[in-house]
């Protein structure tokens, strides 16, 4: 079931035309072709992470990666540095908090900085959306987005794709619900990209408070009731309240979001019987998820995604670097 959809290497255009990009700054870059490439890529990742001969394969030796995190991070930022180190590659991790960002110095001067330190890849996370793009102007390596502000958060959205394609088989044709903070979420934002790419249906469940402007645009559905927007879905996306972002109160209480839109095994009846539950980390038991849904094996994907987010961080590795290396077809 995990690998019906995975295409021969014939299938695609040969060498570099496969993925045209030098930077992978968000979904909107992308085809589906271009999308299918990274995730067949991760297949095999998945495998030789899961044989534990992880490690074996050294193809990055030699290569500098810097992890650049302005803002907090968990699974994002050590599962970039655990893919960078499967593959092989010195790995280095600056955290803004400890950096020259916290004396004043401009983006532009830090992306110099990082550039004149001649690293082979930047994995960039930034509050302000667009900093990524700055960055990636700049400097003369591949620079990899790991969540700029509320615009992308590119391997997220690859991760997710895996995760539904490994449970459901395919990622076409299946209704997915996206559930909570829209507004503020980059990791919404960069699945809706993908997921109506890829030709499914992508429903947007959130308070009108939490509902981005001008959503048909995106062709998306938008609801408002919870139950409504979640019936018959194959997939239910929940997001977690993004209070860090938020200036001013956009609802009255978190226990009054519960009750109209956390999800719950009695709101979970709408959905399909076999549907599956996704939630990007890190979440907040009791408000947007239920744990008895969370710590659920057979419905809740929690713990494969973050399993697939190393998977596909080493493919975008791998992918992004191949010019570098001098994989032949990739000029
Ligand atoms: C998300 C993010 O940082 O955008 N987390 C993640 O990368 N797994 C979502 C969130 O912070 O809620």
């Known amino acids: 079931m995990t690998s019906s959809t995975i295409r021969p290497a014939s299938d695609y255009p040969p060498g570099g035309d496969a993925f045209r990009h030098r930077h992978l700054?968000?979904?909107?870059q992308l085809t589906p072709w271009e999308i299918?490439?990274?995730?067949?890529?991760?297949?095999?990742?998945?495998?030789?992470?899961?044989?534990?001969a992880a490690k074996h394969d050294d193809r990055l030796a030699g290569l500098t990666i810097i992890n650049a995190f302005f803002e907090n991070s968990t699974r994002t930022l050590l599962?970039?540095?655990?893919?960078?180190?499967?593959?092989?590659?010195?790995?280095?991790?600056?955290?803004?908090?400890?950096s020259s960002v916290k004396k004043g110095e401009t983006l532009i001067d830090t992306a110099m900085t990082l550039n004149?330190?001649?690293?082979?890849?930047?994995?960039?996370?930034h509050a302000s959306s667009g900093a990524v793009q700055l960055i990636a102007d700049k400097v003369d390596c591949p620079v990899l987005n790991a969540g700029d502000g509320r615009h992308e958060h590119p391997t997220q959205a690859l991760l997710d794709a895996l995760t539904i394609r490994r449970r459901k088989g395919r990622v076409e044709g299946l209704t997915i619900a996206i559930c909570g903070d829209v507004l503020h979420s980059r990791v919404a934002r960069s699945n809706i990209l993908a997921l109506t790419l890829l030709g499914n249906e992508v429903r947007i469940v959130a308070p009108p408070t939490l509902t981005p402007p001008a959503m048909e645009r995106m062709h998306v559905t938008t609801f408002t009731d919870m139950d409504e927007g979640i019936k018959d879905a194959d997939v239910v996306m929940m997001l977690r309240l993004q209070n860090e972002r938020m200036d001013g109160a956009y609802l009255p209480?978190?226990?009054e979001y519960h009750a109209l839109y956390g999800l719950t095994p009695k709101r979970l009846e709408q959905a399909k019987p076999d549907a599956i539950v996704m939630h990007p980390g890190p979440m907040n038991r009791g408000v947007e998820i239920d744990s008895s849904i969370a710590d659920d094996a057979d419905r809740s994907t929690i713990t494969e995604q973050v399993e697939m987010g190393v998977a596909v961080r080493m493919a975008c590795l791998d992918i992004l670097t191949r010019r570098q290396r001098g994989v032949p077809g990739w000029n």
């Open 36 to 52: 299918s490439y990274v995730l067949d890529a991760a297949e095999e990742w998945v495998d030789l992470n899961r044989s534990g």
């Open 116 to 125: 004149a330190m001649r690293a082979d890849a930047i994995v960039i996370r």
């Open 79 to 98: 599962s970039f540095e655990i893919a960078g180190k499967r593959l092989g590659a010195d790995v280095v991790n600056m955290h803004a908090a400890q």
């Open 253 to 255: 209480s978190a226990r």
């Open 25 to 28: 700054t968000g979904i909107a």
